[in-house]
């Protein structure tokens, strides 16, 4: 009888000496907008993510995804983020440059020309440069999430060159860089939230509109456009935004956790992305749509073509921004 006890009092203190580890996390339910649907790279970011908070919170962290702009676009989304109503997004970078105009640098065509290029400058120093910027606008950047290289997708005409591009109207995010890109190429640029697009295309108030692969296909743009041209012309990142109003109001261990979980889900979305791009790419074949690659002499043209909105919006988005980057590209290709 009394070993019983003493072995019943021995589980109960074990249970109370395993408990302490998840007193500092209280019961979190935190929501995350996207633009994007579930089966998007992003959904699978979320998940891995999620396991990892489980783990760290013993569940007391819980992430409620919302899809397909359920809950507002990319920009109504992260001012809910800014006064304190919503927890977090994953959003493109582009809309927010009314907010931080230096997000801009990663709007600008052609800055980046591989993913893994773009790493080293998100995960490193002038990334934490830029989430500094977002912090002083009430966002706290958990992590540079990747949406993409950018390519094009239209219903009219095959583009091979730059001149293929005139007249044709095309959806731009909402961002004076990408509309300046596209006007300077000949197009009729039309800025318009993402959640508006798939009907703008299906009823042709549209021609064209530009997005990764993986966008291409997972919000299902085959279904309404017939010509794809891979232009890569941009790398625009996704960020991982939490409202900083709120984040303040969470333990460290908390905020400690959810910063080293995001980077987790980050990893693992990056991974899932670069497969599906290759996936993607088939079904939009398989869809019948006609893909074209720009040749190497074509994408040099509209590069140098392009070059121009480097200078427009150099002031706006800071000298120092852009030729921070610039320095830092050219050290990283050396
Ligand atoms: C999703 C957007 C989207 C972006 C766009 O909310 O607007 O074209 O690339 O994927 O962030």
Redesign the pocket.
Known sequence: MRKMLLATTAIAFGLSAAAPAFAEFNDRNIRVS???NEDHPVGNGIKAMQACLDEKSGGKLKLTAFWG?ALG??LQATQALRSGVQEAV???S??LVGIIPALGVFDLPFLFASPEEAYQVLDGEFGDMMSQKLEEAGLVNLGYWE?GF?NLSNSVRPVTKWEDFEGMKV?V?QNDIFLDTFQNLGANATPM???E?FSALETNAIDA????YV?IDT?KFYEVQKYVTETNHAY?P?LFLFSKAIFDTYTPEEQAALRECAIVGRDEERKVIQDLNKKSLEKIKEAGLEVNVLSEEEQARIREKSMVVYEKHKATIGADVVDGILAKLEEIRK
């Open positions: 996207n633009g994007i702009g676009g990319d994953v959003t493109s582009s809309p949406n950018r959806r995010m939230a993402f959640g697009v509109q530009e997005n990764p966008t919000s625009t996704f």
